[in-house]
């Protein structure tokens, strides 16, 4: 920059140093921006591959624990083969009503279900009282599946038995569901 005349040299020295110093501190404001902004993007990702290799792992046991888990479809059909006495207590639960759609007609139908429980063992599971309102859960999403389109016959009765005792069994602790049953099926 060329000195003017009419300044002294001194005061557009001063000027220029003014400028420079202005000139730096804008730069370093924007670096310091710039440096949180890339250790917040790093930050996130770190946590975000945290997240996933705990993910993971939970994932693995989880499918580790279902191997392992493997219920007979009737684990007292042999006892009754050897002809050994054994206990059957029942159990009812209360009612459920359900709301399925007719898929031939359309519209919604209602389903009425009153299930028993035959346990063959000296006690009733402990799970009944601590964890009822996942049983009630595992029950009704079955009876969403079995009766789904709005009818109840024999072969739809006996596939629901067939898929909810060995879930049943595997949901307490020491299975030993027997049976299930229906004191009322109306479906209407």
């Not at 046991?61 to 042999?78: A, G, M, N, Q």
């Not at 359900?98 to 402990?126: C, S």
């Amino acid at each position: 920059m060329k000195r003017d005349k009419t300044t002294p040299s001194g005061a557009s020295d001063r000027y220029l140093i003014d400028v420079a110093a202005e000139d730096l501190q804008e730069r370093t404001h924007l670096f310091r921006i710039l440096k949180w902004i890339i250790v917040g993007i790093a930050a996130f990702f770190l946590v975000l591959f945290i997240s996933f290799f705990f993910a993971e792992r939970y994932i693995r046991t989880k499918v580790e624990i279902t191997k392992k888990i493997e219920c007979p479809k009737y684990p007292f059909k042999f006892h009754a083969e050897r002809k050994e006495k054994f206990v059957i207590k029942r159990y009812k639960l209360k009612p459920f009503l359900l709301k399925v759609r007719d898929q031939k007609r359309g519209g919604d139908r209602f389903l009425l279900a009153e299930i028993y429980i035959k346990f063959a063992r000296e006690k009733l599971p402990a799970e009944i009282k601590t964890r009822r309102g996942v049983l009630r859960m595992l029950v009704y999403k079955q009876l969403l599946k079995s009766f789904s389109e709005g009818r109840d016959s024999a072969v739809i009765r006996k596939g629901f038995k067939e898929e909810l005792i060995p879930s049943l069994n595997t949901f307490f602790t020491d299975g030993g569901v027997y049976d299930i049953g229906f004191e009322r099926l109306i479906v209407e």
